[in-house]
């Protein structure tokens, strides 16, 4: 072990005492609970979110607007592709998966319970005016996303199965750890990153998921968490131990499929309170700037709270930024980076754009938040209104006891695939910090403990997702940002070829062997 990891083993390793004293006086839950506040304050506070929104900004005006300047190419070159070019969705003999595979497993580690449950909490807290902040951060997230996947592409590597092996940690080592006198700071920064990962993929990925999908089912159809916890493991094991082939194969056909339904019934809400989307823009307009918080407040309170919840949740949802997703985009059989760093742009848009602008336009048009205030009403029929059953109550309005099992259903869809994508980043983070024999029982232990996720309180499930997003998000885009030089010379050299006639060479990899 080298001598950093050793002092910063020691360093968790000394709070322990005092995490133990806290979790013996008052619970261990309560004791979690306080120490993940403490630190969710520093990664949540103002400085990691300006440097969130400035990377955005950043990669957006390097690669001039490229997300709206090249809208018709990276939408013809996606979603487009998928029905007009046969090697984006082919199926491969090597250890890599298609690009349509690598799209729908990021997905299914992005759409899950933040589209439904996490949109909702975010109106709660910030009010309709967090939904226009969460449209700020995915359009400048959708270039850290295409910047992160590019990055991902040019420094991936083959492990000794021949599977490609990328991801921030990878482009921190050998990226930012290549530039002169930068080693060391890169190897720290990666190391740190992947840590982070791999707890984050019991909490964002994992327990988090679970907690929904058992809550859901136990209000709508009466099912005890305890049993949804066992299901789960159950389910999640026998795809997992079929590895990222496997996992690739089950996401393709549950996304598309998943968010389809879930687009229908939101469209279907949308047309019968079609009269009313010019009061819920209003109310996002008008509430991203109110100077009072949802329901009242302190002046300049409201659209504190409008920025951060609608910052969070959108990164939440689309996790541009955290460097997550890079890790099963760095698997697609593609050689261009900006191929795959458009995938991500798409993803993002997927994702935020369409997904939660419909979760939030369906919560707001169905007279359940008070669109002057920012205010949830007391109750509905007398069912006390929570995020969890904000929008299965907006869908149970209109299509009664079916509208609730849609939801319920759409929330084990999506998160069951969010369990199932992230278990592959967790799988790499450990491949990297511990070497390709552990993986396997990280798997174990990652099905094991989506039982926990069943049984945990709702808030602590939330507040530690939240905590571990932004430890993720640090290293990463102090990773982006030193290599945003390089994002920028492979979209020019991209640019210049596909739209000019270039013949200088493509820039595929950092390294010789695969360039």
């Given at each position: 072990?080298?001598?950093?990891?050793?002092?910063?083993?020691?360093?968790?390793?000394?709070?322990?005492p005092?995490?133990?004293?806290?979790?013996?006086?008052?619970?261990?839950?309560?004791?979690?609970?306080?120490?993940?506040?403490?630190?969710?304050?520093?990664?949540?506070?103002?400085?990691?979110?300006?440097?969130?929104?400035?990377?955005?900004?950043?990669?957006?005006?390097?690669?001039?607007?490229?997300?709206?300047?090249?809208?018709?190419?990276?939408?013809?070159?996606?979603?487009?592709?998928?029905?007009?070019?046969?090697?984006?969705?082919?199926?491969?003999?090597?250890?890599?998966?298609?690009?349509?595979?690598?799209?729908?497993?990021?997905?299914a580690?992005?759409?899950?319970?933040?589209?439904?449950?996490?949109?909702?909490?975010?109106?709660?807290?910030?009010?309709p005016?967090?939904?226009?902040?969460?449209?700020?951060?995915?359009?400048?997230?959708?270039?850290?996303?295409?910047?992160?996947?590019?990055?991902?592409?040019?420094?991936?590597?083959?492990n000794?199965?021949?599977?490609?092996?990328?991801?921030?940690?990878?482009?921190?080592?050998?990226?930012?750890?290549?530039?002169?006198?930068?080693?060391?700071?890169?190897?720290?920064?990666?190391?740190?990153?992947a840590?982070?990962?791999?707890?984050?993929?019991?909490?964002?990925?994992?327990?988090?998921?679970?907690?929904?999908?058992?809550?859901?089912?136990?209000?709508?159809?009466?099912i005890?968490?305890?049993?949804?916890?066992?299901?789960?493991?159950?389910?999640?094991?026998?795809?997992?131990?079929?590895?990222?082939?496997?996992?690739?194969?089950?996401?393709?056909?549950?996304?598309?499929?998943?968010?389809i339904?879930?687009?229908?019934?939101?469209?279907?809400i949308?047309?019968?309170?079609?009269?009313?989307?010019?009061?819920?823009?209003?109310?996002?307009?008008?509430?991203?700037?109110?100077?009072?918080?949802?329901?009242?407040?302190?002046?300049?309170?409201?659209?504190?709270?409008?920025?951060?919840?609608?910052?969070?949740?959108?990164?939440?949802?689309?996790?541009?930024?955290?460097?997550?997703?890079?890790?099963?985009?760095?698997?697609?059989?593609?050689?261009?980076?900006?191929?795959?760093?458009?995938?991500?742009?798409?993803?993002?848009?997927?994702?935020?754009?369409?997904?939660?602008?419909?979760?939030?336009?369906?919560?707001?048009?169905?007279?359940?938040?008070?669109?002057?205030?920012?205010?949830?009403?007391?109750?509905?029929?007398?069912?006390?209104?929570t995020?969890?059953n904000?929008?299965?109550?907006?869908?149970?309005?209109?299509?009664?006891?079916?509208?609730?099992?849609?939801?319920?259903?759409?929330?084990?869809?999506?998160a069951?695939?969010?369990?199932?994508?992230?278990?592959?980043?967790?799988?790499?983070?450990?491949?990297?910090?511990?070497?390709?024999?552990?993986?396997?029982?990280?798997?174990?232990?990652?099905?094991?403990?989506?039982?926990?996720?069943?049984?945990?309180?709702?808030?602590?499930?939330?507040?530690?997702?939240?905590?571990?997003?932004?430890?993720?998000?640090?290293?990463?885009?102090?990773?982006?940002?030193?290599?945003?030089?390089?994002?920028?010379?492979?979209?020019?050299?991209?640019?210049?070829?596909?739209?000019?006639?270039?013949?200088?060479?493509?820039?595929?990899s950092?390294?010789?062997?695969?360039?």
């Open positions: 072990m080298k001598k950093w990891q050793l002092a910063l083993g020691t360093l968790l390793l000394s709070g322990m005092a995490l133990a004293e806290e979790a013996s006086s008052g619970g261990i839950l309560d004791g979690i609970s306080k120490v993940n506040d403490v630190v969710n304050g520093i990664v949540w506070g103002a400085p990691a979110l300006i440097l969130l929104a400035f990377v955005g900004v950043l990669m957006t005006v390097l690669t001039k607007v490229f997300q709206l300047s090249h809208f018709k190419h990276w939408m013809r070159h996606t979603i487009g592709a998928v029905f007009l070019d046969k090697h984006v969705t082919s199926h491969t003999d090597d250890k890599s998966i298609s690009q349509f595979q690598s799209l729908c497993t990021a997905l580690g992005t759409v899950g319970t933040g589209n439904i449950v996490g949109v909702a909490g975010a109106i709660m807290t910030g009010g005016g967090a939904v226009f902040w969460m449209w700020i951060i995915a359009f400048f997230g959708m270039m850290v996303k295409y910047s992160e996947n590019v990055l991902g592409i040019y420094y991936r590597k083959k000794s199965h021949g599977e490609w092996s990328g991801g921030a940690m990878y482009y921190l080592r050998d990226g930012l750890g290549g530039f002169k006198g930068c080693a060391g700071i890169g190897k720290v920064l990666a190391w740190l990153f840590l982070f990962c791999l707890i984050a993929s019991f909490g964002i990925g994992n327990m988090t998921q679970v907690n929904s999908i058992s809550g859901n089912l136990q209000v709508s159809f009466g005890p968490t305890w049993v949804t916890g066992i299901l789960v493991v159950i389910l999640v094991g026998l795809v997992v131990v079929g590895g990222l082939q496997r996992i690739a194969s089950v996401t393709e056909k549950i996304v598309p499929f998943m968010v339904l879930y687009v229908i019934g939101s469209i279907v949308l047309f019968t309170h079609i009269t009313r989307i010019g009061a819920v823009f209003g109310a996002i307009f008008k509430g991203a700037f109110a100077m009072k918080a949802a329901g009242g407040g302190i002046v300049g309170y409201g659209i504190k709270l409008a920025i951060e919840q609608g910052m969070k949740r959108g990164v939440f949802s689309n996790e541009a930024g955290l460097g997550s997703s890079v890790m099963v985009h760095a698997n697609a059989n593609v050689k261009e980076p900006v191929r795959q760093g458009m995938w991500g742009i798409f993803e993002v848009f997927a994702d935020t754009i369409i997904v939660c602008t419909l979760t939030a336009f369906t919560v707001l048009s169905s007279d359940l938040i008070d669109l002057n205030t920012g205010a949830i009403v007391e109750s509905y029929n007398g069912i006390t209104l995020k969890a904000l929008v299965n109550t907006a869908f149970s309005m209109r299509f009664g006891w079916f509208g609730s099992a849609f939801i319920a259903v759409s929330i084990t869809l999506f069951f695939s969010t369990v199932l994508g992230w278990v592959h980043y967790g799988t790499k983070s450990t491949e990297y910090l511990l070497g390709e024999k552990n993986t396997i029982p990280y798997r174990i232990l990652y099905v094991a403990l989506t039982f926990g996720g069943a049984v945990m309180g709702d808030n602590l499930a939330w507040n530690l997702a939240d905590t571990f997003n932004g430890l993720m998000m640090i290293p990463n885009l102090i990773g982006v940002i030193a290599l945003s030089g390089v994002v920028t010379k492979i979209t020019k050299n991209y640019i210049d070829r596909t739209f000019h006639g270039s013949k200088e060479k493509p820039m595929v950092a390294f010789k062997e695969y360039q």
